[in-house]
Every structure is written in structure tokens, then in C-alpha cells.
């Protein structure tokens, strides 16, 4: 039987492939060749599929490259980003040029990240894709070292944090912290119930408590900058049971003096952060999710809150299963 012919790969009876499929390493793309190009920007309107209607957000996540932050000391480090990008397309048009939003960030990579920086891109990237409104954020793990309660020994503790620029189509420019605390939560029933079977029946327990993670999301008002250092600070000042890093015995018996100081249900740890957050006039707006893994349970307890602005944060945060740690 005739063999059949073959496209990309030589054939049994010695029939050359009909395709070459050689990359030519060789080759160089001049700026006339690349005017022939086809670009999928010049597609006819009518070439959607779907149904004709704009979309809110399209672009890339997780594009990632090393990016520079100032610390509040002046330091200034390069941390492996993540880069999320968006921005919005109008129902007559079939798609974006998403490598755009890359190239964006590499033109701007020797920068010092910051808010104004971002709404630089952004606004520089609207004007160049010709859209209404466009979103970046930037996901990073910040380290700040962290002394022993009593040993004087030091650590890297690692914040996940994340920057967010907005501009909406009318033009207002929009910027948020996302930060990530993670703190021991020990729980006031379960030491009181302890406590009890100690005083009336000499049975020694140990009351619960887990490890527990805070999410503050906040926007800066304007004209304001509220350093990483500075919401670190307030989430210890307010929780005070932060996770400890390097640790001796001294340390441990030191942590668990100081869970026994700052008892607190999910509730609390709400509360205790609303209340140091409120109080920095660099922050306009707030939210605040609260989950503590629970190890009485199987489950978990969670509290959202959020500072309560005509317009702003509401508190309608429901992805605590991103609050594991």
C-alpha cells in the first residue's frame, strides 16, 4: 500500500517532509518585515465571538520579575514580584496587546516601586492601548527582622504583601496596601474552663489557641504614605502575639506568658485592629479580615470588619481559604 505523505516529518519510503519545520536561528525580522506582520488589533469588529458586550477586566496575573522597594530606613531592596494587569476593553474590540503590560513594567524596572510609580504606568499605559480604566498590582514577601522576647536572638520574618494601583474611567487615581500578619491566638473560654478544672478538681490542662492570620487592606489618602514597617507596627501593637522566628526557652516561655496577656477571640483581634488603624490619619479607608484556625475544631472562625467610609471598603470578604498559614 502507497504510504501517505507526511507534512512535518519524513516519510517510511524516504518522502521528505512537505513542511520544513528547521527553526532559522539566522533570520532577523527587519522594520519592513515586521510591518507585515499580521496583528490581531486590526481584526474586523465582527470577528467576536460571543455576545458584543464590553469587559470590565483583561490582562495578565502572575508575570513575575524583580522589582526594587524602599524600606522606611532608605534601604532599598529587589524582591521577586508578581505582576497582576488589567485593564478594560470595549465591546466593539476583540482583544488587547497584553505583552504591552509587560513591556510597560520593563521600561520602568530600574524605578523604586512606590504608589505615584504605578499610577505612572498606568497612566502611561492607557494612553498607549487607547483604554478607560486599568488595574496593576504587584505581590511580593517582605522581609523585617525580628528580635527574641527575651534571648536577643534575630530572624527574618516574611510579609506577604501586595500594592494596587486603580484608575477608574474617570480618570481618579486609587492606591491600596494588602498585608498579610500572622499571629498566635489563644483562645479566653477555653483558659477559663482550664483554670476551672484546676481550682475545683486539681486537673492540669492546656487552654487552645492556633496560629492566626490577619489581611489588612488599606488606601492611603491622599497626598499620605504609610510605610510596610509602619502596618506591621500597628498590627503588633494591636494583636501583640506575633509568630515568632528564632526562638530559645527563655523565648518560648516568653510566648506563652504573653498569649496568656492578650487572650482573644476572632472578635477581639477585629476590634484590637480597627482600633490602631483608625487612628492613623495616612489611612482613608480600611478592611480587615480575620481568620484563626481553629485547633478546639475542624473548622475555623473568622471576622471581617472595615472602618465603615460613605463609598468604601465594605465588608464583604469571603476568601479565607487564602488566610491559611
Sequence with gaps: MKKKPMYLHR?????????????????RATPAYRATLPDMMEAAHDDLQGIKVPIQQVGIHNFRLPLKYRTKAGQVLTLETSVTGTVS???????INM?????????????????????????????????????????????????????????????????EGVMTREGHYRRFIHFDFVYSSACPCSAELTEHARDRRGKYGVP???????????????????WIEDVRAHCVKALQTETQVMVKREDEQAFAELNGANLKFVEDAARLLYREFDGDRRIKDFQIACSHLESLHSHDAVSVICKGVKGGFAADFMDFGSLLC
Excluded at 11 to 27: L, M
Design 89 to 95: 476593553l470595549e465591546a466593539e474590540l476583540k482583544g
Design 99 to 163: 505583552s504591552r503590560i509587560m513591556r510597560s513594567f520593563y521600561e520602568h524596572k530600574d524605578g523604586v516601586i512606590t504608589g505615584e510609580w504605578m499610577g505612572r504606568i498606568l497612566k502611561a499605559y492607557l494612553r498607549n492601548v487607547g483604554r478607560k480604566s486599568a488595574r496593576l498590582k504587584v505581590a511580593f514577601s517582605y522581609p523585617m527582622l525580628q528580635r527574641s522576647l527575651r534571648s536577643g536572638l534575630e530572624g527574618w520574618q516574611y510579609y506577604e504583601v501586595a500594592f
Design 11 to 27: 516519510s517510511a519510503d524516504g518522502t521528505s517532509a512537505s513542511i520544513a519545520h528547521v527553526y532559522d536561528a539566522k533570520f
Design 208 to 226: 487552645h489557641s492556633q496560629r492566626s492570620k490577619a489581611r489588612i487592606t488599606i488606601e492611603e489618602a491622599e497626598g499620605k504614605k504609610i
